[in-house]
């Protein structure tokens, strides 16, 4: 049965940006269906927090990282469902981003570390689970950081199950998006990184279970020795790169290390494909104007099948007496 008229209690439009205290006199009846948990948004200097199921303001700060923060803190406690906080427009983040487990991070516009912040500016929480960032463009403002560790645009340790999508990670003081301890359940999707100093995409230590999918890196170690796509995993359960993109990369595109690279692509780098250890393979790629092709660097049980290698100067070196080698077409 609708609601009658005279039992509404209307909200002006403008009210829902306006203070919390406002807000907590007009409280409407009825909302549309959620979007999310919590929606961030600017209004002048402020930051907003509204609450996505009853539409009304429960955080506002000059300071755009305080009300993210307390928005994915005041999500369910205890959940095993995922919860969305939204965040819309451009914010300046003046203080590390701490993205619970079981929780959608989207980004529609651009969040910009502030000055010496000299920290993450996302990190998944260590040891989470079921944690999903998806869009935006995260500019690190690496020029104005310091340290040799922290300053990453996205960061996790430990965490299973998780996933960054269609994301732009851009001028981190370190790598783009790093990932440290044992991670494991992973996917990379549509993820452009760019202009780092470190590398682009760094997944070290034990990686299980890990995919990239459509991935594009370019111009990253611009201060250090890192490729485009650094996978320094120790475990053989391997990781698995598809349709992946690395060019002007200003030291290599791929350093892999227990790593399926297919479809691939590498252009105008030292190095398209490196294998940092045994079983790495490179199947079906594309490679051109490089240097050197793929350096098996006498690594035992690697393979390079059916690879394109166009215009490069040493197309395929240091292939071991265990490794493969063969129908790749050299143009």
Known sequence: ???????????????????????????????PPATASYIIFKKGNKAYAKNGVYGHIEYEDT?????????????????????????????????????????I????????????????????????????IIGGLLDGNGANQTGTTTPDI?????????????????????DGIDLDGTCEHGLILGVTAYNNQGAGIHPPGNMRDFRLIGCTTYNNGTTT??????????????????????????????????ASAIGCQAYNCPVGFFAESSRVRVIGCNIRDCTTGIDLNNKDYCMAIANCIENTTNPIINVSATSLETDNLTI
């Open 105 to 132: 991070l989207e980004i529609r516009g651009k969040l910009f570390l502030d000055d010496y912040v000299n920290d993450y500016m996302l990190e998944m929480e260590t040891g989470g689970n079921d944690i999903m």
């Open 154 to 174: 996205i960061h996790g340790t430990d965490i299973s199950n998780f996933a960054i999508l269609y994301t732009k990670v851009t001028n981190s003081h370190v």
């Open 225 to 258: 020795t890192r490729y485009g796509y650094l996978i320094t995993t120790a475990i053989r359960r391997a990781t698995v790169l598809v349709g992946c993109v690395a060019y002007n990369e200003n030291n290599g595109g791929f350093r892999l290390s227990y």
């Open 63 to 103: 300071d755009s990282a305080n009300v993210i923060q307390n928005a994915l803190d005041s999500l369910t406690e205890n959940r095993t469902w995922k919860e969305k906080v939204l965040i819309i427009g451009n914010h300046t983040i003046t203080k590390k981003i701490t993205v619970p487990s079981y929780t």
């Open 1 to 31: 049965m609708p609601i009658p008229d005279e039992l509404r209690r209307y909200v002006p439009r403008t009210d829902l940006y306006d203070s919390a205290e406002l807000i907590s006199y007009h409280m409407p009846v009825e909302q």
